[in-house]
């Protein structure tokens, strides 16, 4: 028996309301998925959300609602999850990666303004980890220099920067719900905006390019099925009500492996900057020092019953990017740094003080098995 890396918390409530669309017999958007879409963007305290199949889908229907296209840059992070990247290139518009910041691990916003050309249309953050990158930098730069901002949030529900929450700082921002995330509903996601065209634009192309007058089989522009469906919209209903609940349990874990590796020189943890004033923890990372091999780290850990990832790996040395960009090993040295030393130990809302007193057990002797 292996302590896994990720596990989704099922209420009784989820289940009730999941049967309920059962019963009901419609299956695909519909009142629930209003109601679901109504509920988050009350939560985020934004004017519209619009849900989807898929975080990927949210990223990529926002590029194409901001009229980004072939031969536009976008400025973003060699260090995420490799969708945040891709949704730029289905449009045949080109990533503009910049590199980290060693500490919160988010964009370094004081690298952004030197990747600036003419042909720069919009910055897209990641707030990784759970942790909102610099949006009070990031948002003055787009401003000066008349770009647009969307933001990442696939992993961050409910973070703040500044006490204000990620979905309400950006142009738009995106939010995801596979099962290793904070809430989920099997697959989804989530736009949220408060711009009124967006909104407009992100429906009809999420639905093959229907017009807002529904007349079912026009279609007024190129759109995909990105649709959501109410079995989903049902569970993601549930898990919403007790996000507060599980983001406090999320903490608790993570709180404890901090305690628990305080004394742990060889380990680094993540540094949650001053204006992170709320952090939503999604996973939870370590990185360990030069003069440990990481790759035995992780084969002991595995080998000991403890799931590991080694999350993530740089978007700029995946082989299609390297094949078409031409990038690297060297051209975003700390991204690079940061994937060679980083493991994901196991992270879940249920995760009881003996397991993570094990991983933390087991994580000792990997490193002094050394
Ligand atoms: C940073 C980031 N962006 C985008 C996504 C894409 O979300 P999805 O897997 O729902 O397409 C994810 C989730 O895995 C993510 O972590």
Redesign the pocket.
Known sequence: MSIPLSKPEIGEKEKELVNEVLDSGWLSTGPMTEKFEKNFADYMGAEHAIAVN???SG?HLLIRALGIEEGDEVITTPF??I??SNCILFEKAKPVFVDIDSDTLCIDSEKIEDAITNQTKAILP?DVFGQPANMTEINSIAEKHGLNVIE?S??AIGAEHKNQKVGTLADASVF???PNKQMTTG?G?MIVTDDEEIDRLCRSMRNQGRSQSDLWLEHVRLGYNYRFNEMAAAFGIAQLERIEEILSKRAEVAAEYNRLLEDLDEVKTLTIDQHTTKMSWFVYVIQVGEDIDRDEVMEYLRDNGVSCKPYFTPIHLQPFYKDEFGYQRGDFPITENVTDSVIALPFYNELTKEEIITVVETLKEAIHHQ
């Open positions: 898929s975080g990927t990223l995420s999850f969708s945040s990641v990442d696939c992993e995801a719900f596979y697959e996601g």
